[in-house]
């Protein structure tokens, strides 16, 4: 049967802070669900909002999480474990930045970094049971994404070795959340190793065609890279477990392209914006996603450089509803439709 797809939904990392209503899980969501918002989606490292390894444990503790978010009106749609996933994999050019992303204690010890991140995924499987969730979001990480560009040459099998290890190192994970019945929606997005179709593809290769790993479609990674983002749907739907709605725009100049010149995002070629004030085709892709039958959530992720946050996240939620398209029932010529008569089927064809 097709379904509507559900929302709309707001990711609250980009929210989350000291000041109320943004410091506590009861606030944000009251707060979200007085802008329209029917459902959150949670980022599992910030403690403010909540507790991961507990959520993995404690059924009941999770029970209390949905009850909050009923309270206030709203839904969970997904946890999301973006910088645990991130540290999965993490080249050495980038070790003091992603620290910032683990507790001190693994801190100078990538080792143990890594070790921390493989826990915490895990429980983000068994966390999501708790909750009965079905699909979480999620980074892949990188180790091949500083020699994106072939300059110099690369050596041979280099791409291969770092698929491979990236695969080594997901497969297990991703077996958890098999045993939990949760699909992990990688976001296909630059710095990951994961950045689009083709490598998506050789990823889902070297986790031997994992039925966890999945996609969380977000257009604005895409159109910053120039990419068919329509044609992407034709091509992964089946995988897409989960949707930022996100919007951006390119403005290539005679002095930048995709790469935007190291310049800061207010000053860049391509750069993020707030719903409806990008480029991006939303009509297009809710019909594509309602085509493929995307039951899911359509989820506002907001990273605009020009835009007040809170005032892209007003605009967002009717911006979502708007563009939901509710699934008919009926054929629009359904009141022409006769009725079936086999010997009237074999007439029209002279047989």
Not at 39 to 57: E, N
Not at 92 to 104: K, T, V
Not at 236 to 249: P, T
Not at 258 to 285: E, K, M, T
């Amino acid at each position: 049967m097709p379904t509507t797809m559900k929302g709309p939904g707001l990711f609250l990392a980009q929210f989350a802070g000291d000041a109320a209503p943004f410091n506590s899980l009861a606030s944000i969501t009251k707060w979200a669900a007085g802008l329209g918002y029917k459902g959150v989606q949670i980022p599992t490292w910030d403690g403010r909002l909540f507790d991961l390894k507990k959520a993995a444990s404690s059924k009941a503790y999770c029970d209390e999480v949905k009850g909050i978010c009923a309270d206030a009106g709203v839904a969970i749609t997904e946890l999301s474990t973006h910088l645990q996933g991130q540290l999965v994999a993490v080249h050495p050019a980038y070790d003091a930045q992603m620290d910032g992303f683990a507790p001190p204690s693994v801190h100078d010890n990538p080792k143990a970094r890594q070790k921390w991140a493989v826990e915490q995924m895990k429980f983000g499987a068994k966390a999501s049971r708790n909750l009965g969730l079905n699909a979480l979001v999620s980074f892949t990480g990188s180790l091949a994404f500083p020699y994106l560009y072939p300059f110099p040459q690369r050596p041979a099998g280099l791409i291969e070795e770092a698929f491979g290890e990236l695969g080594k190192r997901w497969k297990p994970i991703l077996d958890v959340y098999e045993d939990n019945g949760v699909d992990v929606g990688y976001e296909i997005h630059p710095s990951e190793d994961v950045f689009d179709g083709a490598t998506f593809e050789m990823f889902l290769d070297a986790v031997g065609g994992h039925k966890r790993c999945n996609i969380n479609y977000d257009p604005s990674h895409f159109l910053l890279q120039q990419l068919d983002y329509l044609e992407f749907i034709d091509i992964y739907h089946e995988r897409i477990k989960a949707f930022h709605v996100k919007d951006a725009e390119f403005n290539p100049t005679g002095r930048q392209g995709v790469y935007s010149g190291y310049q800061g995002w207010v000053n860049r070629a391509g750069r993020f914006r707030s719903l409806g004030d990008g480029q991006v085709d939303f009509s297009g892709i809710f019909s594509k996603l309602t085509q493929y039958n995307y039951d899911s959530w359509a989820v506002l992720e907001w990273e605009c450089c020009l835009k007040h946050p809170e005032d892209g996240a007003a605009e967002g939620a009717p911006f979502i509803q708007h563009h939901i398209i509710r699934v008919t029932e009926k054929a629009f010529d359904d009141f022409a439709a006769g009725t079936t008569d086999k010997k009237l089927l074999r007439a029209m064809m002279g047989i």
